[in-house]
């Protein structure tokens, strides 16, 4: 039992904040991206069979915290479609602007689909190949590409920067 606590602190010592990063540049908001990684490392680390190797525990809770982001908005998507039976009156709550970069990334990223954005959050954060997102997700590398070229043609028009730059 003890190899497992030490696995986990480890791991929420030495890559917690990395993991972090990761989620709320996924969902965008940083009470949802520790939520995102606590629920995570809940479903790693609750079977009792883990190993004492940290790049598999990061990669397992990484793709955890994926999964957990795309069933929240397909859940929402649904919700969405159900809500207008409800009575009650939807209360918006207001958002301040702020000008620096991160925030107006954050708010870019917030418009894309979330197929997109985790396309583009696997792509540019994590580095990882075409291949490699599209093993990550489940999906075909046509599929990713479209995704990323539509996500980056999202976020250029929303940044009003040219894709000259970007990285395929």
């Known amino acids: 039992m003890a190899d497992w606590r030490h696995a986990f602190t480890e791991l929420v ?13 996924l969902c965008g908001d940083d009470a949802r991206a520790a939520d995102l990684v606590q629920d995570g490392l809940l479903q790693v680390f609750r079977r009792l069979r883990v190993t004492g190797d940290l790049e598999k525990l990061e990669a397992y809770v990484r793709r955890a915290i994926l999964n957990r982001y795309l ?3 397909r859940r929402e998507r649904l919700w969405r479609s159900k809500r207008h039976l409800l009575a009650t009156a939807d209360i918006t709550a207001s958002t301040a602007d702020a000008s620096d970069t991160a925030e107006l990334v954050r708010k870019a990223l917030a418009d894309l689909s979330p197929r997109q954005r985790a396309c583009v959050v696997l792509r540019y954060y ?5 291949a490699g997102i599209a093993d990550a997700l489940g999906c075909s590398e046509g599929t990713v590409k479209r995704h990323l070229s539509d996500g980056l043609a999202r976020l250029s028009t929303r940044l009003d920067l040219t894709q000259e730059g970007a990285r395929p």
């Open 13 to 25: 010592d030495g890559r917690g904040p990395a993991l972090v990063r990761y989620a709320r540049l």
């Open 71 to 73: 069933d929240e908005h």
């Open 126 to 130: 994590e580095d990882l190949p075409v």
